[in-house]
């Protein structure tokens, strides 16, 4: 079987999980990994089984021997290299967001559209277990129509102030938003056409990191569902996991309550307290498989290219996503609620 010829642009954290399914996927073949530093670049060559490493990515996206590549790269960098890899002809799969502004996600959206090549966002709760399982109920009709809800998707100062180098030129509503009004859209099915929101700063900016240390949102939803969302930067470090995560739904006949934060089955007390361990992220496996939704999420973007499955969403879903934060952040700016069109 001829495989698909992967690239990786970003050698981050995210950006070796993407290598790793690459590399172990048998449908799949790591032929170059790129990062603008040059020793993260050649330790993600050495670590992955990558043939070559770059420091461009334009050099990447030129070769014939690259049939598609995931960008793992910031929140603020992915317009260009997108657009640079539809461009020249690949498959890609983008990290959230799509992008940071709406004109932005619409070009990308425009250049997709015209494309010979597939664009996945991975938005990987999608395949979270617990969520997934959300989704099943709520639109089998358990809790009838969900009238109302709260979601929570928030870190640790861990996050923005080691975790993250460039966390002053995003926030907690990119980095973390973007994921709960995905999957919010996914559980429901539906659109958020109207939001309010409000913001504050000082904690973050005290310590370095000029950025907002929280956004809480109210999202109208055009079937009338309407949730509290929460995304906060500045959770005590004391917390047992760096990753805050809630989801709760009201519906006409009943209510769902989700706590995909930890996986309580493992626990450990270390450290100056309770810590919890993730066992259903990224699973331990064999050296030729991948486990755990993190690694599915990416592994289906080569479904989706391979086997012509579905994509598990697309440049609209990335778009829709834009949309609503951008929607947010003119709210949080203006002190008045916005519709979304």
């Not at 799949?28 to 420091?55: I, N, P, Y």
């Not at 996986?263 to 331990?284: C, W």
Request: with cysteine; charged share 20%.
């Amino acid at each position: 079987m001829t495989k698909l010829r992967m690239g990786v642009i970003g050698a981050g954290l995210w950006g070796n999980n993407h290598a790793h399914t690459f590399n172990v996927l048998p449908e799949t073949e790591l032929v170059g990994v790129c990062d603008l530093d040059e020793a993260r670049a050649l330790k993600m060559k050495e670590t992955s089984g990558a043939l070559h490493a770059f420091t461009d990515y334009n050099a990447l996206l030129s070769r014939d021997d690259i049939d598609a590549v995931s960008v793992a790269t910031p929140d603020f960098t992915h317009t260009p290299i997108i657009l640079a890899a539809l461009k020249a002809g690949k498959h890609v799969l983008s990290e959230k967001p799509l992008a940071t502004t709406v004109k932005e996600a619409e070009t990308i959206a425009e250049a997709a559209a015209a494309s010979k090549g597939k664009l996945m966002i991975d938005f990987h709760n999608r395949v979270n277990p617990i969520l997934a399982g959300v989704r099943d109920m709520v639109q089998a009709g358990e809790i009838g129509l969900a009238r109302h809800g709260m979601a929570r998707l928030s870190n640790t100062t861990f996050v923005p102030f080691e975790m993250l180098s460039w966390a002053s030129k995003s926030s907690a509503l990119w980095f973390l938003g973007s994921h709960l009004v995905d999957i919010l859209r996914f559980i429901l099915d539906d659109e958020v056409v109207r939001v309010y929101a409000v913001t504050r700063a000082g904690t973050l900016s005290a310590g370095g990191v000029d950025t907002k240390d929280f956004h809480v949102s109210v999202l109208e939803f055009a079937k009338g569902t309407v949730v509290t969302m929460e995304n906060s930067w500045i959770l005590s470090r004391d917390n047992p996991s760096l990753v805050d995560f809630k989801v709760e739904l009201v519906g006409e006949k009943g209510q769902v309550q989700a706590d995909p934060t930890h996986n309580g089955g493992l626990r450990r007390v270390a450290d100056g307290g309770l810590k919890y361990s993730d066992f259903i992220g990224v699973t331990p496996t064999g050296a030729t498989r991948i486990g755990g939704f993190v690694l599915e999420s990416i592994a289906r973007f080569v479904d989706s290219v391979v086997r012509d499955v579905p994509l598990l969403a697309d440049a609209q879903d990335g778009l829709a996503n834009t949309k609503v934060l951008s929607a947010i952040e003119q709210s949080a700016a203006t002190g008045k609620a916005v519709d979304i069109r």
